[in-house]
Protein backbone atom coordinates (compact mmCIF):
# COMPACT_ATOMS: atom_id res chain seq x y z
CA UNK A 1 0.00 0.00 0.00
CA UNK A 2 2.73 2.41 0.47
CA UNK A 3 4.53 1.87 -2.47
CA UNK A 4 1.43 2.53 -4.44
CA UNK A 5 0.81 5.69 -2.47
CA UNK A 6 4.32 6.58 -3.26
CA UNK A 7 3.50 5.88 -7.72
CA UNK A 8 1.20 7.82 -7.33
CA UNK A 9 2.73 10.64 -6.38
CA UNK A 10 5.42 9.90 -8.44
CA UNK A 11 3.13 9.49 -11.46
CA UNK A 12 1.04 13.14 -10.47
CA UNK A 13 4.46 14.81 -10.26
CA UNK A 14 5.79 13.73 -13.44
CA UNK A 15 2.44 14.89 -14.75
CA UNK A 16 2.57 18.13 -13.42
CA UNK A 17 6.48 18.45 -14.42
CA UNK A 18 5.01 17.93 -18.09
CA UNK A 19 2.33 20.27 -18.13
CA UNK A 20 4.13 23.26 -17.43
CA UNK A 21 6.45 22.28 -19.33
CA UNK A 22 4.34 22.14 -22.33
CA UNK A 23 2.27 25.26 -21.48
CA UNK A 24 5.69 27.10 -20.76
CA UNK A 25 6.92 25.71 -24.32
CA UNK A 26 3.17 26.54 -26.24
CA UNK A 27 3.48 30.35 -25.04
CA UNK A 28 3.62 32.77 -27.88
CA UNK A 29 6.28 34.23 -29.24
CA UNK A 30 6.48 38.00 -30.08
CA UNK A 31 8.86 40.77 -31.45
CA UNK A 32 8.82 42.86 -28.58
CA UNK A 33 9.60 46.54 -29.29
CA UNK A 34 9.31 50.13 -27.53
CA UNK A 35 10.63 53.47 -26.47
CA UNK A 36 12.32 54.57 -22.93
CA UNK A 37 11.29 58.29 -22.13
CA UNK A 38 11.86 59.89 -18.93
CA UNK A 39 8.57 61.03 -16.71
CA UNK A 40 8.33 64.44 -16.42
CA UNK A 41 10.78 65.66 -19.51
CA UNK A 42 9.73 63.40 -21.94
CA UNK A 43 13.38 62.65 -23.39
CA UNK A 44 14.92 59.77 -24.41
CA UNK A 45 16.71 57.15 -21.85
CA UNK A 46 20.09 55.80 -23.64
CA UNK A 47 21.45 52.60 -23.71
CA UNK A 48 19.03 51.30 -20.83
CA UNK A 49 20.12 47.31 -19.94
CA UNK A 50 16.85 45.38 -20.58
CA UNK A 51 16.80 42.08 -18.77
CA UNK A 52 14.07 39.24 -19.50
CA UNK A 53 13.89 38.03 -16.07
CA UNK A 54 11.38 34.94 -17.38
CA UNK A 55 13.83 33.53 -20.34
CA UNK A 56 17.09 33.35 -18.40
CA UNK A 57 17.97 36.39 -17.61
CA UNK A 58 18.62 37.32 -21.20
CA UNK A 59 20.04 40.88 -21.29
CA UNK A 60 19.34 43.85 -24.55
CA UNK A 61 20.44 47.30 -24.22
CA UNK A 62 18.13 50.08 -26.15
CA UNK A 63 19.95 52.45 -28.52
CA UNK A 64 21.03 56.44 -28.23
CA UNK A 65 17.37 57.24 -28.34
CA UNK A 66 15.72 54.80 -26.08
CA UNK A 67 14.67 52.31 -28.52
CA UNK A 68 14.85 48.43 -28.20
CA UNK A 69 13.70 45.74 -29.92
CA UNK A 70 13.82 41.94 -29.51
CA UNK A 71 12.62 38.53 -29.31
CA UNK A 72 10.11 37.33 -26.33
CA UNK A 73 7.02 35.33 -24.95
CA UNK A 74 3.89 36.53 -23.65
CA UNK A 75 4.14 36.81 -19.77
CA UNK A 76 7.55 37.49 -19.26
CA UNK A 77 8.35 39.45 -16.86
CA UNK A 78 10.73 42.47 -18.45
CA UNK A 79 12.59 44.23 -16.53
CA UNK A 80 14.36 47.95 -17.08
CA UNK A 81 16.90 49.71 -15.48
CA UNK A 82 19.62 52.52 -15.63
CA UNK A 83 21.80 54.72 -13.69
CA UNK A 84 20.21 57.39 -12.37
CA UNK A 85 16.80 55.90 -12.75
CA UNK A 86 14.50 54.03 -10.92
CA UNK A 87 14.10 50.62 -12.14
CA UNK A 88 10.71 49.52 -14.22
CA UNK A 89 9.27 46.11 -14.58
CA UNK A 90 7.11 45.36 -17.32
CA UNK A 91 4.70 42.13 -18.07
CA UNK A 92 4.27 40.92 -21.50
CA UNK A 93 0.35 40.98 -22.05
CA UNK A 94 -1.69 38.95 -24.43
CA UNK A 95 -1.81 39.90 -27.88
CA UNK A 96 -3.34 38.21 -31.28
CA UNK A 97 -0.30 39.55 -33.10
CA UNK A 98 2.99 38.35 -33.41
CA UNK A 99 4.68 41.74 -32.18
CA UNK A 100 4.27 44.09 -29.09
CA UNK A 101 5.17 47.67 -28.88
CA UNK A 102 5.47 49.66 -25.47
CA UNK A 103 6.30 53.15 -24.44
CA UNK A 104 8.22 52.75 -21.30
CA UNK A 105 8.38 55.39 -18.41
CA UNK A 106 11.13 55.99 -16.20
CA UNK A 107 11.36 57.86 -13.58
CA UNK A 108 14.65 59.58 -12.95
CA UNK A 109 16.50 59.67 -9.47
CA UNK A 110 17.48 63.35 -7.81
CA UNK A 111 18.94 62.64 -4.61
CA UNK A 112 20.03 65.91 -2.52
CA UNK A 113 23.43 65.95 -1.09
CA UNK A 114 24.01 67.62 1.93
CA UNK A 115 26.10 71.30 1.94
CA UNK A 116 29.88 70.83 2.49
CA UNK A 117 32.32 73.41 2.52
CA UNK A 118 35.67 72.11 1.42
CA UNK A 119 38.99 73.93 2.95
CA UNK A 120 42.12 73.72 1.27
CA UNK A 121 44.27 72.19 4.48
CA UNK A 122 44.30 68.75 5.57
CA UNK A 123 43.79 69.10 9.01
CA UNK A 124 43.11 71.87 11.88
CA UNK A 125 47.26 71.58 12.58
CA UNK A 126 47.93 72.36 8.80
CA UNK A 127 45.57 75.10 9.23
CA UNK A 128 46.94 76.59 12.03
CA UNK A 129 50.22 76.53 10.67
CA UNK A 130 50.08 78.05 7.58
CA UNK A 131 47.97 80.56 9.19
CA UNK A 132 50.91 81.81 11.27
CA UNK A 133 53.46 82.09 8.51
CA UNK A 134 50.89 84.57 7.07
CA UNK A 135 52.86 87.61 6.43
CA UNK A 136 49.99 90.06 7.43
CA UNK A 137 52.71 93.19 8.77
CA UNK A 138 52.02 95.28 6.16
CA UNK A 139 49.68 98.24 6.25
CA UNK A 140 47.97 99.64 3.41
CA UNK A 141 50.52 102.21 2.15
CA UNK A 142 53.22 99.25 1.86
CA UNK A 143 50.53 96.74 0.29
CA UNK A 144 50.06 99.53 -2.59
CA UNK A 145 53.42 100.48 -2.88
CA UNK A 146 54.17 96.54 -3.20
CA UNK A 147 51.42 96.30 -6.02
CA UNK A 148 52.42 99.13 -8.14
CA UNK A 149 56.35 98.35 -8.29
CA UNK A 150 57.64 97.86 -11.80
CA UNK A 151 57.93 94.20 -11.27
CA UNK A 152 54.34 93.51 -10.00
CA UNK A 153 53.02 95.87 -13.24
CA UNK A 154 54.87 94.17 -15.73
CA UNK A 155 53.50 90.84 -14.25
CA UNK A 156 49.73 91.87 -14.72
CA UNK A 157 50.48 93.57 -18.00
CA UNK A 158 50.97 90.47 -19.55
CA UNK A 159 48.34 88.32 -18.28
CA UNK A 160 46.06 91.09 -17.74
CA UNK A 161 44.04 91.46 -21.42
CA UNK A 162 43.73 95.41 -22.63
CA UNK A 163 40.38 97.22 -22.29
CA UNK A 164 38.73 98.71 -25.33
CA UNK A 165 39.72 102.13 -24.06
CA UNK A 166 43.39 101.50 -23.79
CA UNK A 167 43.35 99.93 -27.54
CA UNK A 168 41.16 102.74 -28.69
CA UNK A 169 43.72 105.51 -27.31
CA UNK A 170 46.97 103.30 -28.35
CA UNK A 171 45.28 103.83 -31.87
CA UNK A 172 44.82 107.26 -31.70
CA UNK A 173 47.95 107.69 -30.21
CA UNK A 174 49.59 105.92 -33.47
CA UNK A 175 47.83 107.91 -35.65
CA UNK A 176 48.71 110.98 -34.34
CA UNK A 177 52.44 110.10 -34.36
CA UNK A 178 52.03 109.00 -38.25
CA UNK A 179 50.51 112.19 -39.28
CA UNK A 180 53.52 114.67 -37.21
CA UNK A 181 56.22 112.53 -38.89
CA UNK A 182 54.59 112.49 -41.87
CA UNK A 183 56.92 115.26 -43.22
CA UNK A 184 60.03 113.43 -42.22
CA UNK A 185 59.70 109.95 -43.10
CA UNK A 186 61.15 109.33 -46.40
CA UNK A 187 57.74 106.66 -47.72
CA UNK A 188 55.27 110.26 -47.48
CA UNK A 189 57.40 112.46 -49.50
CA UNK A 190 55.85 113.39 -52.59
CA UNK A 191 58.47 115.55 -55.45
CA UNK A 192 55.22 117.24 -56.95
CA UNK A 193 53.94 118.86 -53.75
CA UNK A 194 57.56 120.06 -52.91
CA UNK A 195 57.70 123.79 -53.82
CA UNK A 196 61.73 123.90 -53.42
CA UNK A 197 62.14 120.97 -55.63
CA UNK A 198 59.83 123.06 -58.31
CA UNK A 199 61.85 126.12 -57.82
CA UNK A 200 65.36 123.94 -58.71
CA UNK A 201 63.63 122.54 -61.77
CA UNK A 202 62.41 125.98 -63.39
CA UNK A 203 66.08 127.88 -62.41
CA UNK A 204 67.69 124.65 -64.35
CA UNK A 205 64.93 125.24 -67.25
CA UNK A 206 66.35 128.84 -67.26
CA UNK A 207 70.12 128.10 -67.46
CA UNK A 208 69.28 125.65 -70.40
CA UNK A 209 70.63 122.41 -68.13
CA UNK A 210 68.07 120.55 -70.38
CA UNK A 211 68.97 121.85 -74.09
CA UNK A 212 68.84 119.40 -76.82
CA UNK A 213 72.44 121.09 -77.64
CA UNK A 214 73.75 120.08 -74.14
CA UNK A 215 72.03 117.24 -74.10
CA UNK A 216 73.76 115.61 -77.39
CA UNK A 217 76.39 112.75 -76.58
Not at 16 to 27: M, S, Y
Not at 55 to 78: E, R
Not at 91 to 114: F, G, N, Y
Amino acid sequence: MPNNSFRHILILCLTLVLFLTGQAQERKIVQFSGLIRSIGSDLPVAYVSITNISFNNQVFVSNNDGYFSFVAHVGDTIRFSSVGYDPVTFVIPTTDLDRHTAHIKMQSLVIELPAVTPFPWASYEHYVSEFMALNLGDDHIAAARKNLTPEALAALARIVPRSAEEIQSYNSLQRHSIMNNKNINQRFNNPLLNPFAWGELIQQIKRGDWSREKLKY
